[in-house]
């Protein structure tokens, strides 16, 4: 993986003085969203200046290089779809790609569109600061940089804070910790180590399936247990690449209309069917080796109790019959939330692994870990597994965690991260009342921050955000910040449509109740993505209601 910094500001940005650089916008991000971003605004004429503290493009697919890390979504699907050359200028080899493909075709994206020219790479952006007198912002990094911009859009990802200082003890740690999002370029040497893994999310489960083996004995940390549904990747060749390259124009049109991004929508109603029906239904979509049993089936899971209850009881029993031992499942196999209501992973041969004779189970449920000592975990009660790599697969402060790291100021000086841990608002995940000409991909309140294919809802937030600045700039106006009465509406339906559903009462980063003290709000919209962009659609053609353009 190359991995080329940048140590100077592009010389075609202009400076205003020997301090400050001025562009009209900055971008925070080169991944999925920013460079796509980047493109959009680029084509508008802007000078747009993008920062990002990894060392190339990629966002989230340069960071999470851990062992095992794969999409799971399908390749023909999680891509850009809004320049046919480019989507079919690139040939996926894997109905489910491994991460160091993901980030080769990250950098052909960067260099197809000519992009790298504008990214600054290895730099963080350390605040950004609104000046109302100039209705301009104040943008800082930790390389010294000032940069005066008309425009700054976040598209730091929704999962790009990791949860790392998790224990008391972590520094007293003999061996190494190495958190998921984290991982060294030159992979971490497991031979002959013993490793303990925390966290059965959709990382864990992942990191867990692949290192497996590696070490002369695995431990793994399992809290909360885990709907898990089987991958069924595939290997592409010229001709399987041929035939989903002759399906752009039917995917590209289709696919952002979906209740989740997919390539596949919801196409079953339970009430419809017989008992016997439904359950040919579940065994089809459970033997698509997809996510399609989630958000491709019924949504009727999602809304109805009963439905939920046994698509979680034929989950449940298929996760039985593999693990075929009380004591795996009764630590594996959820029992108390519903499927469906917390991010579904899916996964290869992994409840297999606990099969392993060097792989061991550790419930945590009702023993937590008390802290970590220099030789390894400790337990509550005392119990310690000595260990020599820790590996924390323990999740992310997500949607809100990226920009609240930074110090973003508003109007009247106004600190995102003290609103935000009061009452995580947003209009339609895409800008803030009180935060005027700032823009967000991937925040909270739009499906894109949980609950979408991210490339689909991330190709339609970009171009309306150009959009939205184009209509800024053609009416000869400075700034657009989101109002507060049509923020508290946004809200307001938000919560009607979530409470809808059973999501809401489930535990999980997508209530941001992995993070303490984080307000509980689920992070993304659940009208689905179709529902969504159509809204966006009528803000944007009906001159932005909602938005106050001055
Ligand atoms: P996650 O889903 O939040 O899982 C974190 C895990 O760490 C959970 O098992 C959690 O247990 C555990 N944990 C956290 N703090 C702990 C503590 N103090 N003690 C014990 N256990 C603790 O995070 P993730 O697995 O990194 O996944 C986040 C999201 O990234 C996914 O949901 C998915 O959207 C995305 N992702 C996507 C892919 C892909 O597309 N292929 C792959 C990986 C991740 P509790 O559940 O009990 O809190």
Redesign the pocket.
């Known amino acids: 993986m190359t991995t080329p910094e940048e140590t100077s500001l592009p010389a075609a940005y202009h400076a205003i003085d020997e301090e400050r650089v001025e562009v009209d916008a900055v971008i925070l991000g080169a991944g999925i969203a920013g460079l796509h971003q980047l493109h959009l605004l680029r084509r508008l004429g802007l000078r747009v200046l993008v920062f990002d503290k990894a060392g190339d493009v990629g966002g989230t697919w340069w960071w999470?290089r851990y062992p095992g890390?794969?999409?799971?979504?399908e390749s023909h699907v999680y891509q850009y779809m809004f320049d046919e050359e480019l989507y079919k200028g690139w040939s996926w080899t894997e109905r489910f790609p491994g991460q160091p493909e993901i980030q080769r075709w990250t950098q052909y994206v960067a260099d197809r569109l000519d992009l790298r020219g504008h990214i600054r790479f290895s730099t963080t952006i350390t605040s950004a600061v609104f000046d109302e007198d100039r209705s301009r912002w104040t943008v800082r990094t930790d390389r010294g940089d000032t940069v005066d911009a008309q425009f700054f859009v976040s598209c730091a990802g929704p999962?790009s804070a990791p949860?790392e200082n998790?224990?008391e003890g972590q520094n007293s740690f003999s061996g190494d910790i190495l958190h998921?999002a984290k991982w060294p370029a030159e992979d971490a040497d497991m031979t002959g180590k013993r490793i303990g893994v925390?966290?059965?999310?959709?990382?864990?489960i992942?990191v867990i399936q692949t290192i497996a083996g590696r070490g002369r004995h695995l431990t793994v940390?399992a809290?909360?247990p885990?709907y898990v549904l089987p991958m069924k990747n595939r290997v592409y060749g010229e001709e399987q690449q041929s035939a989903y390259k002759a399906r752009f124009d039917e995917v590209s049109s289709t696919v952002p209309h979906t209740f989740a991004g997919f390539d596949f929508d919801f196409a079953h109603v339970w009430a419809e069917y017989t008992p016997q029906r439904r359950r040919e239904v579940m065994e089809e979509l459970y033997a698509d080796g997809s996510l399609r049993l989630w958000v491709g089936g019924f949504a009727d899971l999602f809304f109805e109790r009963e439905v939920n209850d046994e698509i979680s009881e034929f989950v449940r029993n298929k996760m039985r019959a593999r693990l075929g031992d009380d004591r795996l499942a009764d630590i594996l196999v959820p029992s108390d939330y519903g499927f469906g209501t917390r991010?579904v992973?899916l996964e290869d041969n992994y409840l297999e692994v606990y099969h392993r004779p060097d792989v061991e189970l550790v419930g945590?449920r009702d023993n937590?870990?008390a802290r970590i000592a220099p030789e390894g975990i400790v337990l509550s009660d005392g119990t310690v597994h000595e260990l020599d790599v820790i590996v924390l697969?323990?999740?992310?402060d997500a949607g809100t965690g990226s920009l609240t790291r930074i110090d973003v100021r508003g109007r009247d000086n106004r600190s995102l991260a003290e609103d935000w841990s009061r009452d995580i608002h947003t209009l339609m995940g895409l800008g803030i009342h009180g935060y005027p000409n700032l823009f967000t991909i991937g925040a909270p309140l739009a499906p894109s921050a949980?609950l979408c294919n991210m490339t689909t809802c991330a190709q339609q937030q970009a171009e309306w955000i150009r959009d939205a600045i184009t209509h800024v700039r053609t009416q000869g106006a400075t700034t657009i910040e989101a109002t507060k009465e049509a923020e508290d509406a946004w809200i307001e339906h938000h919560e009607q449509t979530a409470a809808a559903t059973l999501i809401p009462s489930t535990d999980?980063?997508y209530t941001g109740s992995?993070v303490s003290g984080k307000p509980r709000r689920l992070l993304s919209y659940t009208g689905g993505v179709g529902a969504y962009r159509q809204k966006c659609h009528e803000v944007a053609t009906s001159g932005y209601p909602g938005f106050a353009i001055t």
Not at 69 to 73: L, W
Not at 198 to 204: F, M, P, S
Not at 393 to 396: L, P, S, Y
């Open positions: 999470n890390a794969r999409f799971d979504s999962l949860l998790v224990f998921t925390v966290g059965i999310g959709a990382t864990g992942q940390f809290r909360t885990q991010r992973p945590i937590p870990i697969a323990t999740g992310f949980a999980s980063w992995n």
